[in-house]
């Protein structure tokens, strides 16, 4: 299995700000994900993050609002740039690892 | 309509309860097909997945798939306390297999002891 593990867990912000999650996994991987989950809805791929290679996104998201980083096969970032409070919502990451996709614990954002 | 239709309960049995949980989906070019659970403030883990229509048995845990009726099940047999959290159906293509999912919005399920 793949372990991944994402900093921070949570965290309040300030609208107008911007935030950087951390998504680090236990084994070299091609693909990462981010998703968004947010109450009531269901988990929504954000984009697609390949090392070595610009991210993908998918409608309604947009590189100036998440930025994303891939310097490495076990790491990604996802920032979060001038946050309003409907980016409140936890954010994902996962890995498709063995025909698996693994997730981490996600990062609970509360944006005021 | 979204793609994927997913009561969001919550479905509260009592331990013991045979539990069945649906989804249904709009997208016929969907192939593979699998169950989340998520416990609370954690990530999803995979239960179970199938690659077209039938049933799939894990334990206490069947998958069934009709993809003539675009509908999916997970059925829970003996449930427990432990099997309390959201369940989230998940789907994709073909082509993206594992990758890109498509995700109801999760039921919520309590089973009391």
């Known amino acids: 299995s ?24 236990d084994s070299q991987v091609t693909m990462m994900f981010w998703y968004r989950q947010q109450p009531g809805q269901s988990l929504t791929l954000i984009a697609t993050a390949n090392q070595g290679s610009e991210a993908t996104y998918e409608s309604g998201f947009v590189i100036d609002k998440f930025p994303i980083s891939r ?19 936890i954010y994902l990451c996962s890995v498709v690892y063995q025909e698996t996709q693994y997730f981490g614990p996600g990062t609970r954002l509360l944006v005021l | ?71 999916i099940s997970l059925f829970i047999r003996d449930s427990q306390p432990s099997d309390s959290a959201t369940y989230l159906c998940a789907m994709s293509l073909m082509n993206t297999g594992f990758q890109k999912l498509v995700f109801g919005t999760g039921t919520r399920l309590l089973v009391s002891p």
Not at chain 1, 3 to 22: A, E, F, H, N, Y
Not at chain 2, 28 to 35: D, G, H, P, T
Request: aromatic residues 10%; glycine residues 6%.
């Open chain 1, 2 to 25: 793949a372990v991944i593990s994402q900093k921070p867990s949570r965290d309040i912000c300030q609208r107008g700000t911007s935030l950087t999650i951390q998504c680090q996994v």
């Open chain 1, 71 to 89: 310097p490495n096969l076990t790491f990604s970032t996802l920032t979060v740039s001038n946050m309003s409070p409907e980016d409140s919502s």
């Open chain 2, 1 to 71: 309509q979204k793609e994927v239709e997913q009561d969001p309960g919550p479905l509260s049995v009592p331990e013991g309860a045979i539990v069945s949980l649906n989804c249904t989906y709009s997208n016929s070019a969907f192939q593979y097909f699998m169950w989340y659970r998520q416990y609370s403030r954690k990530g999803p883990e995979l239960l179970m997945y199938t690659y077209s229509s039938g049933n799939k048995e894990d334990g206490r845990f069947t998958a069934q798939v009709d993809k003539s009726s675009k509908y």
